[in-house]
């Protein structure tokens, strides 16, 4: 913990990701509380949701024919909420930091920046009364308002869905129409843009705004909000908070939509295929280019497949697949020119674009009583912008205080809540004039360096090391594997590092000391290397030590054996020489010594023809048969060596033989010599001596039918063994 000097002791204390690197199992996925239905939008609400600047995001999540609800996928939000980091307000992964920003609220939600922040909020007095009041007599049928103490029911506001008025095959009324509206902009605010952990009922904080849009009848009525940044921050504080829930049933709250759509455009992980290719451009087209598709209309608006093989929900894969991610599988820059034109080739809402003064300020977000601080210093890779090795801190930093705030006990006012938030209110009306400088455009080898000084300060893996010698048995009780790849990864990983500190120890140690040291430090260096080396390779590849082959010096292969083969195919042909005018010298072919020098030097394949092993330097004809060697004289056998012919050795056999044999001799000894007068001249005068041939030199004894002990295996030719 003494290195990770990005992380606060108190707070990885109880964060998840300290308990998860204990025990991987010690931990669940966090709930989302999110709608299970998605509602309709009147056409005569268009109007009053584009004068609010809530239209684009509507679309996103409107019921659509043929368009299946989005499921939010709580285990994919729950891997980003352990990776956050409430020190630095970003994500810490093992290719650097990242975080979603308000150029990501704007491009995938498409929600403006430019307003009046939204907070602190307070329900009205009486609310319940005076809601009833405008609800009863809307729709036959339903009963008078239910509702608690946090607010109206969900239930009861599902009662005025325009579906549930004959909508479209029954005309609605004006009133219905606006109390309609209302109802769904409770839905909308309390369920998709600021979830809370209240399932069943929605805050009453929202019936002012909610019933101030319903009702307006002009662009004037209604108050221009910043609902991108409170978004954001609502965002911000429930990761903030959720990353240190460890109890069964916690709920992440704020905006999970901004963080499944940020996820799926940038890790290949739960990623959804649309298969539809691209927005059409005929399609929610609009002459003031603001009901048009955003960044994140094509994975909530189209049909989402996902592969047989594809894991989805599933909290302990998905871990597991972050800490392998590679930093080439990250898709730093979503929103380029070429993939809008590529998946939106008619353009998208002017909403997207329209606040992007607001993307690098340095100003607080808001969000009722929760103050936020944003830090795009340290991911300005997101931006395709230079990330410096030591980011900057914040110019005015948000007070722990400030940053703790929550209604918990606190008994205060609107007007005093008001009065503690009044200078980041303030701030944000300045907004765009206190932004971060760009310091030029993206430089990977200066991103290198940014991640050797980031790398060692923090916690970049969460499944636990897993050594794989010492891991526990499994029981009968595990529903998935305890010990993952990329565990063994991360103990690989720890082995390595030990590795390079002995090494670079070594290292200093020749450089400071004697050329030539002890023989003992030298040897005991290098077991640790070779013990290590061994590890890492058994960690990476075998997970068992006892897999990984032994090193032994090499060896001499083995002589071939006496044993004669037959073989595979005929001699390759001899290339003949070329005729010549003169006559040929004695050792060429042609000459009078030509024959006895190929007799007395046969070739490997002739002694195979006759049968003979290689240790038999005599040349000897081929009679068919082969006499063995490691049998009594005059014993009879018979022969089953590979490349002779099977006989029956007896005296009169060897009688004829021998007979055979002295008659080839004698015969080769009648050659006549060669005649002087054959051979050239030389060039200085002198005739080359004539060529005289001797018996050949017998290298065994007499008999060749000698009874002799046998062959010592892998012993050499020509010598008695």
């Given at each position: 913990?003494?290195?990770?000097?990005?992380?606060?002791?108190?707070?990885?204390?109880?964060?998840?990701?300290?308990?998860?690197?204990?025990?991987?199992?010690?931990?669940?996925?966090?709930?989302?509380?999110?709608?299970?239905?998605?509602?309709?939008?009147?056409?005569?609400?268009?109007?009053?949701?584009?004068?609010?600047?809530?239209?684009p995001f509507a679309r996103l999540v409107e019921a659509r024919e043929n368009v299946s609800r989005l499921n939010y996928d709580a285990a994919l939000i729950t891997c980003l909420v352990d990776r956050w980091r409430p020190e630095t307000h970003t994500f810490h992964f093992r290719w650097g930091e990242m975080a979603p920003t308000l150029q990501d609220v704007s491009m995938l939600l498409g929600l403006?920046?430019?307003?009046?922040?939204?907070?602190?909020?307070?329900?009205?007095?009486?609310?319940?009364?005076?809601?009833?009041?405008?609800?009863?007599?809307?729709?036959?049928?339903?009963?008078?308002?239910?509702?608690?103490?946090?607010?109206?029911?969900?239930?009861?506001?599902?009662?005025?869905?325009?579906?549930?008025?004959?909508?479209?095959?029954?005309?609605?009324?004006?009133?219905?129409?606006?109390?309609?509206?209302?109802?769904?902009?409770?839905?909308?605010?309390?369920?998709?843009?600021?979830?809370?952990?209240?399932?069943?009922?929605?805050?009453?904080?929202?019936?002012?705004?909610?019933?101030?849009?319903?009702?307006?009848?002009?662009?004037?009525?209604?108050?221009?909000?910043?609902?991108?940044?409170?978004?954001?921050?609502?965002?911000?504080?429930?990761?903030?908070?959720?990353?240190?829930?460890?109890?069964?049933?916690?709920?992440?709250?704020?905006?999970?939509?901004l963080l499944q759509l940020w996820s799926w455009a940038r890790f290949p992980i739960g990623r959804p295929e649309i298969r539809d290719g691209s927005w059409p451009p005929d399609e929610l087209y609009d002459a003031e280019r603001i009901d048009m598709p955003t960044f994140g209309s094509l994975w909530t608006s189209r049909k989402r497949h996902f592969g047989h093989n594809q894991l989805r929900n599933?909290?302990?894969?998905?871990?597991?697949?972050?800490?392998?991610?590679?930093?080439?599988?990250?898709?730093?820059?979503?929103?380029?020119?070429?993939?809008?034109?590529?998946?939106?080739?008619?353009?998208?809402?002017?909403?997207?674009?329209?606040?992007?003064?607001?993307?690098?300020?340095?100003?607080?977000?808001?969000?009722?009583?929760?103050?936020?601080?944003?830090?795009?210093?340290?991911?300005?890779?997101?931006?395709?912008?230079?990330?410096?090795?030591?980011?900057?801190?914040?110019?005015?930093?948000?007070?722990?205080?400030?940053?703790?705030?929550?209604?918990?006990?606190?008994?205060?006012?609107?007007?005093?809540?008001?009065?503690?938030?009044?200078?980041?209110?303030?701030?944000?009306?300045?907004?765009?004039?206190?932004?971060?400088?760009?310091?030029?455009?993206?430089?990977?080898?200066?991103?290198?360096?940014?991640?050797?000084?980031?790398?060692?300060?923090?916690?970049?893996?969460?499944?636990?090391?897993?050594?794989?010698?010492?891991?526990?048995?499994?029981?009968?009780?595990?529903?998935?594997?305890?010990?993952?790849?990329?565990?063994?990864?991360?103990?690989?990983?720890?082995?390595?590092?030990?590795?390079?500190?002995?090494?670079?120890?070594?290292?200093?140690?020749?450089?400071?000391?004697?050329?030539?040291?002890?023989?003992?430090?030298?040897?005991?260096?290098?077991?640790?290397?070779?013990?290590?080396?061994?590890?890492?390779?058994?960690?990476?590849?075998?997970?068992?030590?006892?897999?990984?082959?032994?090193?032994?010096?090499?060896?001499?292969?083995?002589?071939?054996?006496?044993?004669?083969?037959?073989?595979?195919?005929?001699?390759?042909?001899?290339?003949?020489?070329p005729p010549s005018p003169r006559p040929p010298s004695p050792n060429q072919a042609g000459g009078s010594g030509w024959q006895n020098q190929q007799q007395q030097e046969p070739t490997y394949e002739y002694w195979q023809r006759a049968g003979f092993g290689m240790e038999q330097q005599f040349p000897m004809p081929n009679f068919g048969w082969r006499p063995r060697m490691d049998e009594p004289e005059?014993?009879?056998?018979?022969?089953?060596?590979?490349?002779?012919?099977?006989?029956?050795?007896?005296?009169?056999?060897?009688?004829?033989?021998?007979?055979?044999?002295?008659?080839?001799?004698?015969?080769?000894?009648?050659?006549?010599?060669?005649?002087?007068?054959?051979?050239?001249?030389?060039?200085?005068?002198?005739?080359?001596?004539?060529?005289?041939?001797?018996?050949?030199?017998?290298?065994?004894?007499?008999?060749?039918?000698?009874?002799?002990?046998?062959?010592?295996?892998?012993?050499?030719?020509?010598?008695?063994?």
């Amino acid at each position: 913990m003494a290195a990770r000097s990005l992380l606060d002791p108190l707070i990885d204390q109880k964060h998840r990701a300290s308990h998860l690197e204990a025990d991987p199992q010690s931990m669940e996925p966090l709930q989302t509380r999110t709608p299970k239905k998605n509602w309709m939008i009147h056409p005569q609400w268009e109007d009053r949701l584009k004068w609010a600047g809530l239209l684009p995001f509507a679309r996103l999540v409107e019921a659509r024919e043929n368009v299946s609800r989005l499921n939010y996928d709580a285990a994919l939000i729950t891997c980003l909420v352990d990776r956050w980091r409430p020190e630095t307000h970003t994500f810490h992964f093992r290719w650097g930091e990242m975080a979603p920003t308000l150029q990501d609220v704007s491009m995938l939600l498409g929600l403006p920046l430019a307003g009046e922040p939204i907070g602190p909020l307070e329900e009205p007095v009486g609310w319940m009364h005076s809601m009833d009041a405008r609800f009863v007599g809307v729709r036959q049928g339903v009963g008078p308002i239910s509702f608690e103490a946090h607010g109206p029911r969900q239930a009861w506001l599902h009662e005025f869905q325009i579906e549930q008025f004959g909508y479209p095959d029954v005309a609605m009324t004006a009133a219905q129409i606006t109390r309609s509206l209302e109802a769904y902009l409770m839905w909308l605010l309390g369920k998709t843009m600021f979830t809370d952990n209240h399932g069943n009922t929605i805050s009453a904080r929202y019936i002012p705004i909610a019933q101030e849009i319903a009702e307006a009848t002009e662009a004037e009525h209604i108050i221009q909000r910043s609902w991108g940044s409170a978004v954001l921050a609502a965002t911000y504080r429930g990761m903030c908070k959720g990353c240190q829930l460890t109890s069964h049933g916690s709920g992440i709250v704020g905006c999970p939509l901004l963080l499944q759509l940020w996820s799926w455009a940038r890790f290949p992980i739960g990623r959804p295929e649309i298969r539809d290719g691209s927005w059409p451009p005929d399609e929610l087209y609009d002459a003031e280019r603001i009901d048009m598709p955003t960044f994140g209309s094509l994975w909530t608006s189209r049909k989402r497949h996902f592969g047989h093989n594809q894991l989805r929900n599933c909290y302990p894969a998905f871990t597991e697949q972050f800490d392998l991610l590679l930093e080439s599988d990250v898709t730093w820059e979503p929103y380029s020119e070429d993939h809008r034109d590529e998946a939106y080739p008619g353009g998208i809402s002017n909403m997207c674009t329209r606040d992007w003064a607001y993307w690098m300020t340095k100003a607080k977000i808001i969000f009722d009583i929760f103050v936020e601080e944003m830090s795009q210093q340290r991911v300005m890779r997101q931006f395709g912008q230079r990330q410096l090795i030591e980011p900057p801190p914040p110019t005015v930093p948000l007070p722990p205080r400030v940053h703790a705030y929550n209604r918990k006990g606190a008994n205060k006012t609107a007007a005093g809540w008001l009065q503690l938030l009044a200078p980041y209110i303030t701030g944000w009306a300045n907004a765009p004039a206190v932004s971060w400088a760009t310091m030029g455009p993206f430089d990977l080898q200066e991103f290198e360096h940014y991640l050797r000084a980031y790398m060692p300060r923090t916690r970049l893996r969460l499944s636990q090391a897993c050594d794989p010698v010492q891991r526990d048995p499994s029981t009968m009780w595990d529903t998935y594997p305890r010990h993952s790849t990329s565990g063994t990864r991360h103990h690989a990983a720890v082995l390595t590092a030990e590795l390079q500190d002995d090494a670079a120890q070594y290292a200093r140690s020749l450089s400071s000391g004697p050329l030539l040291g002890r023989y003992e430090h030298h040897a005991s260096f290098a077991q640790r290397l070779q013990d290590k080396l061994r590890r890492i390779y058994a960690t990476i590849t075998c997970t068992r030590s006892s897999d990984v082959a032994e090193y032994r010096a090499a060896q001499r292969p083995p002589r071939p054996s006496l044993q004669v083969h037959q073989p595979r195919h005929a001699p390759r042909p001899r290339m003949e020489v070329p005729p010549s005018p003169r006559p040929p010298s004695p050792n060429q072919a042609g000459g009078s010594g030509w024959q006895n020098q190929q007799q007395q030097e046969p070739t490997y394949e002739y002694w195979q023809r006759a049968g003979f092993g290689m240790e038999q330097q005599f040349p000897m004809p081929n009679f068919g048969w082969r006499p063995r060697m490691d049998e009594p004289e005059g014993e009879g056998h018979m022969s089953t060596g590979s490349g002779s012919r099977s006989f029956w050795s007896s005296a009169h056999d060897q009688d004829e033989t021998q007979q055979s044999y002295q008659d080839w001799i004698s015969s080769q000894q009648q050659t006549p010599p060669p005649d002087p007068t054959q051979y050239s001249q030389h060039e200085q005068g002198y005739m080359l001596p004539p060529r005289h041939r001797q018996p050949p030199v017998r290298m065994y004894s007499p008999s060749p039918f000698q009874a002799r002990p046998p062959p010592r295996r892998g012993g050499g030719r020509g010598r008695d063994q």
